[in-house]
């Protein structure tokens, strides 16, 4: 990418176009706030000081250093910062603007999903977006290493971190795996103005970062003092000036700075009462000079910024340590209460004058500058970070195989089919399997991906053999890196886990080439990474997590390794779609469906038109309801999980047909159908399987044409009905979900006993779909060690406690081979 030649008055352009930044983002966090009609009654957030922090170094960024393959992170509540450039640069739209936080309004913290504006990683949750832009580094080597994209250029990787945002573990997490894996190309920027959101930070942190950032390889460069400072160290008594900044407190530094120029007067007449240099140097300014000296950071100062964001000249890791002022320039900078801090409307009219804005003009561009409009369109027509039409790239689909492996064993677990398929995958030279990627924090062995990782090796930058090999020592496992390695192991923080995925997710989009990740981990520690998954998904990265064990089926390992809540994980968050398969033929369906699911275009039409009258208000429109017969969103696609089990269980030997096939993806199939005259049937899903087969043969004898409902995902069978609900609701009337059809012949009476190795509440909702009396059995407590059949007995999840369960919810006469619960 060639640079932009600069002229002579970039300088005061920039200059012009900070103050406009600020002033925008201003105007628009107080349009919200004051002026546009309220009627909750809810102030809608502030954040005009975190902005006033960042506009000085957003603005050297976007209009001058950013080249279009950088991505950045932005720091979540400077949001109205990057929303106000991207307006300039003819990237947002005044209407946006406007509803800022409202009704599909520009977003309160930048979107990836929800913004219009080419927003690169979305944030909210601190840290998250940081760690994101390091792992989406890897990931573009990752690219790059086998073979793809390599005619791009390659675009750095920028975080917008700030200072508080650092306390978050999961950065530190990143930093050590981003050290393991080479890390390049990666900015991190932080905004040290010495808050966070209560409070002023400790003294001296920056000394922490520095030797912290150091330790782990990346060049630190710190940024402390504005050339007006600079020019004045090198006045009379400058020298002396320089110590006493550089050891007044924090909390001392912003409340002066708050203060404003009399303040710093008062103060430095005081210290420096016998000296009679700095009293001149100080003397020689009125206050409000004074002011902009003493505030006179380097992270508000435009040159020093370019001169060192320009003077880069490697792809080491720079961590950037920006002094800068929470409030700069506003009337609240300083004031360790600022986080919330908004201007009152007195304080915006003398804001809006001080600009040179006139009322009513107050969203015009170039209002108040000094430079000609044309000038500066001229600029901003020529803005090296905005000369890309698209930046968000699209990678075509690659084509899935019709159908994958199902490993054929009599007896044998879903964790055990996966690493056969996976293994099975991994003989193939076919554009599919060289596309997957795999990753796990260091359960690779133990959740099955051995055979993959021996076929496909690990990725890293240098070749590295396993010495276990090279010195002819037995092992199940080749240790092998290599550039075209196809797996990366990670160490165990899971938080990194899900960022790496979210990462490999977003390649067709960031890099314009498509990976097919999945990511494998156990299934309790989903918790650990929870909000890492929910960023994920929030940001519509696509993958596929294979969480294996799970639940207490696990069950010599006790309640510290077994998982309860996940299925409702599973059923909550948005964009995953989550199963559970009983068995490796289902699991070969998913896993088929899983592959095309993750590749669909999130932008296409929905098919649940819900969703569609969510959206734009429209009539809903009858022929979906003949397209999408599930329910289902399944045209805008998403990430999947699968909760796999290791506990061996007789498999089915049956042929898979495509009404076997479509049942197991939408959710649910009859095993056994119920009679007309069932009065019970019992709904499964996973490992308990053997259990409620057992059962329905020990009640055959005295319950008649009981049913057997597998359910493979409670997630897509809960999701359909209510999509359905709703577009009856709306007015189509014979949108049926794939539930509802199931349970339409099931008669009134009938109760159903539900079953699983999860919360109850998974399945609990059943009853209510066609008015089922239910008895939903799981695991609500922490589990045991214990065997299998203990631990089964115990919570009431083996084929007599379903027994009893029938019993209780179906009367009739007694079954016979029930025995008396514990
Ligand atoms: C995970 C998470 N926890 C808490 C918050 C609430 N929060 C928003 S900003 C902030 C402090 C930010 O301080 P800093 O990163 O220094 O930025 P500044 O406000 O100084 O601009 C907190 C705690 C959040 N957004 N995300
Ligand atoms: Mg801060």
């Not at 990627?437 to 051995?450: A, E, Q």
Request: aromatic content about 8%; overall charge negative; glycine content about 8%.
């Amino acid at each position: 990418m060639p640079a932009r030649s600069s002229t002579s008055d970039d300088p005061q352009i920039l200059a012009e176009l900070e103050r406009k930044v600020l002033w925008l983002a201003s105007w628009t966090i107080h349009n919200a706030n004051h002026l546009r009609e309220n009627a909750d009654g809810l102030k809608v957030g502030g954040h005009q000081a975190s902005c006033a922090s960042l506009a000085t170094i957003m603005t050297a960024l976007y209009f001058d250093v950013l080249r279009p393959v950088d991505r950045v992170a932005v720091k979540p509540h400077a949001s109205p910062i990057f929303h106000a450039i991207q307006y300039l640069l003819g990237k947002q739209t005044r209407e946006r603007l406007e509803a800022f936080r409202g009704y599909k309004g520009a977003q309160s913290y930048p979107s990836r999903t929800k913004d219009l504006d080419d927003v690169d990683f979305s944030t909210g949750s601190v840290g998250l977006g940081v760690a994101q832009t390091l792992f989406s580094s890897l990931v573009q080597d990752y690219v790059r290493a086998h073979g793809w994209g390599t005619t791009r250029p390659e675009g750095r990787m920028v975080a917008l971190v700030g200072d508080a945002e650092l306390d978050e573990g999961n950065i530190f997490e990143a930093i050590l795996e981003g050290w393991k894996h080479g890390l390049r190309n990666c900015w991190w920027i932080v905004d040290y103005n010495r808050q966070s959101l209560d409070a002023v930070v400790r003294e001296g942190l920056w000394q922490r970062f520095e030797t912290l950032f150091r330790d782990f390889g990346w060049d630190v460069v710190i940024l402390k003092y504005g050339t007006l400072l600079e020019a004045a160290f090198k006045e009379p008594g400058g020298d002396k000036l320089r110590d006493w900044i550089d050891n007044c407190p924090n909390q001392l530094y912003s409340a002066l700075v708050f203060g404003g120029g009399a303040a710093w007067r008062k103060k430095l007449n005081e210290d420096f009462a016998a000296d009679n240099a700095v009293r001149e140097l100080v003397g020689k300014r009125d206050d409000d000079e004074l002011q902009r000296l003493m505030t006179n950071l380097a992270g508000h100062d435009l040159p020093s910024l370019r001169d060192a964001f320009h003077a880069i000249d490697h792809d080491r890791p720079v961590c950037f340590i920006c002094y800068t002022i929470k409030g700069y320039s506003l009337p609240f900078a300083g004031h360790k209460d600022n986080h919330a801090g908004l201007m009152t409307p007195a304080q915006m009219e003398t804001f809006r004058q001080a600009n040179n804005v006139r009322a009513g003009h107050e969203w015009d561009k170039f209002e108040g500058l000094s430079l000609p409009a044309e000038r500066l369109q001229q600029f901003l027509d020529n803005v090296p970070f905005a000369a890309a039409s698209e930046r968000r790239l699209k990678a075509p689909e690659i084509e899935v195989p019709a159908e994958l492996p199902a490993p054929h064993q009599a007896i044998t677990s879903t964790q055990t089919g996966f690493g056969l398929i996976l293994n099975e995958l991994g003989r193939a030279d076919s554009a599919f399997a060289s596309r997957i990627v795999t990753t796990s924090p260091d359960v690779t062995v133990s959740t099955n991906l051995g055979a993959w990782v021996n076929r496909r090796g690990l990725f890293a930058h240098e070749a590295m053999a396993d010495v276990f090999k090279s010195e002819r020592i037995p092992s199940t496992f080749t240790w092998e890196f290599s550039p075209t390695g196809q797996h990366i192991e990670l160490g165990i923080a899971e938080m990194n886990l899900f960022i790496l995925l979210s990462a490999l997710g977003l390649s067709h989009s960031i890099n314009g080439e498509r990976l097919l990740p999945v990511g494998t981990l156990y299934d309790p520690f989903i918790a650990r990474g929870l909000d890492a998954l929910n960023y994920a998904c929030y940001q519509d990265a696509r993958f596929i997590l294979v969480a294996t064990p799970s639940g207490i089926t696990l069950a010599g390992e006790g309640g510290a390794h077994q998982s309860i809540a996940e299925p409702l994980i599973g059923m909550a968050q948005d964009g995953l779609a989550a199963f559970e398969p009983a068995y490796v033929d289902e699991l070969s369906v998913i896993l088929r469906w899983a592959f095309a699911y993750m590749q669909k275009d999130g932008d296409a039409a929905p098919s649940d038109d819900s969703f569609v009258v969510a959206r734009s208000d429209a009539k809903p429109v009858p022929t979906l309801a003949d397209r999408a017969p599930d329910w289902l969103r399944d045209e805008t696609g998403g990430s999947v999980y699968l909760r796999l089990s290791t506990r061996p269980i007789e498999q089915i030997e049956r042929t898979m047909t495509p009404e076997l096939r479509q049942g197991i993806v939408d959710g649910a199939y009859w095993l056994r159908r119920p009679g007309p005259n069932a009065q019970v049937m019992v709904a499964f899903t996973g490992a308990v399987a053997p259990e409620a087969i057992a059962a329905v043969g020990l009640m055959a004898e005295d319950r008649r044409d009981v049913g057997l409902l597998a359910v493979t995902s409670a997630d897509r069978l809960n999701a359909g009905w209510t999509a359905a609900q709703r577009a009856r609701e709306r007015g189509l009337v014979h949108a049926r979900s794939h539930i509802e059809r199931l349970l339409a012949d099931v008669p009134h009476h009938c109760g159903i006993v539900t079953v699983l190795d999860g919360h109850p509440a998974t399945l609990g909702w059943l009853g209510a779909v066609a008015g089922h009396r239910t008895r939903s059995l799981g695991v609500e407590h922490f589990g045991q060690t214990g065997s299998l059949a203990d631990l089964y007995e115990h919570y009431g999840i083996d084929a007599n406690a379903i027994v009893a369960a029938a019993q209780a919810i179906a009367p009739g006469r007694p079954i016979r081979h029930l025995k008396a619960l514990p």
